[in-house]
C-alpha cells in the first residue's frame, strides 16, 4: 500500500483459534494499571492533601504519555513486530505501578507514574486492537472489535475495583493496589513469547530516516474514500468515549462524596465499577446495531450518542440535585453510551484501513476518544469562573450537536467495505 515500504518482511506465523487470548490478556494487564488510579482520586485528596485540580492534573499526565503510544506504537509495530512493541508496553505497566507506589509523598512520582501508565496502554490499545484482529482471521467481522474492546474494558473495571476496595479496606492503601498490578502483569512478556507473529519485523534497508517518518505519517491518514464518514461520524463521536468515562467516575463522585460520607472511596469505585460494567454488558449489541456495510450501517455511532446525550443530561441535573443515586443512573448511562461507542468506532476504523495501516488508524482512533478523557480537568479549571451546573449544560448542549452530526454523517455516508 505504501510506497515508501520497500522492504518486504518474511511471512507472518500461522496463527491458532485461541492464539488472540494471550493477547487479551496483556491488555488486559496494561488496562487494568491505566485504570485502577481512578478510584483513588478522593484518597488521594484526603490523604496525601492533594486539590481538585492537582488530581484532574494526574488524569492529564496519564492522557500526554498516551498520545505517542497510541500514534506512534502502532506504524513502529507494523515494521518491528506486534510481539516486542506489545511486551514493551507490559514492562512499561508494570513499571509505572513501581513508580505509583512512592506516591504518597511527593506529586512527582505520581506525575511520572501516570506519565508511563498512559504510555504503556496506548501501546495496548493500539497494538493490541489490531494484533487480536489478525489473530482472529475468518472470524465474524465484528468479532474482533468486541474481543479487543471487552478484554480492554474487563481490566479497566476489574482493576478499578480491587484497587478501591484495597485502599477502602486494604494495608497500605497508596501501595498494596500498586503491588497487585505489578504482580499480574510480571509475567505477560513471556507469554506473548507463545503468540504468532503476524507482522515480522522488516528487513534492513528501509531508506533514510525522512522517509521512514514520512512513511509513519502515511500510515496515520485516514484512506481518501473513507474521510467524509471518518469526519462526520467518527470524530464527532470518539471523544465522547472516555469524555463520559470521566463524566461518570471522576466528576460525578468528587460533586456528591460529602453526601457518602467516609464511603466516599468505596462511592468512587462502584461507579467506575458500574460504568464499566455497563459498557461491557452491551458491546454485543453494538454489533448489531453497526449492521453490515451498506445495510442501514451507522445506527450504533447514533444510539451511542443518542445514550450519550441522555447520560451528559442526568449529570447537568445531578450537578444540582447532588444525589448519589442519581449520580449511578448516569453512570450506567454513559456506560451504555462508552460500550456503544468504542465497539461501533473500532468496527468503523477496521472498515476503513488496510492491513498496512490497520494499527496506525486504530492509534488516531484511541487518540481522539482519550482526548475526551482531559474533560474532567477543563471542568476543574474551570469551575474558579464557572459553576458546574452551568458547566455539565454546556456538556450536555455539546452533545446534542454531536448527535446532530453523527446522524447527518450515517445519512449521507457509507461505511467502507472491510478490508481483506
Known sequence: MHETQQAVSPPASAPTSDSWRAVAVA???????GNQFTPLLLMYRRLGGYSTLSVDAFL??????????LLLAGPVSDRRGRRPVLAAGAVASAVASLVLCFGGQSAWPIYAGRLITGLAVGIAMSVGSSWVKELSAGADG?????????CQTAGFGLGAGVAGVLAQWGPWPMVSPYAVHLLLTVAIPVLLLRVPETRPPLSHGTGSVRRLLATLVNDLRVPAPARKRFRLVVLPMAPWVFGAAGLAYAVMPQLVGFRVGDWGLAYATGLTVLTLGTGAAVQPVARKLQGEAGSRAGRAPVAAMAVMLLGAALCAANAVLLSPWLAAVAAAALGAGYGIAVVSGLLEIQRMAGPDDLAGLTGVYY??????FLLPTGLATLSAWLSYPVMLTAVAAVALVCLGLVMTGARVTKPAAPMP
Do not use: E, N, Q
Open 27 to 33: 491488555m488486559f494487564a496494561c488496562g487494568w494499571g
Open 142 to 150: 465484528g468479532l474482533a472489535a468486541r474481543r479487543a474492546a471487552l
Open 367 to 372: 487518540t481522539l476518544a482519550y482526548a475526551g
Open 60 to 69: 492529564g499526565a496519564y492522557v500526554i504519555g498516551l498520545v505517542p503510544g
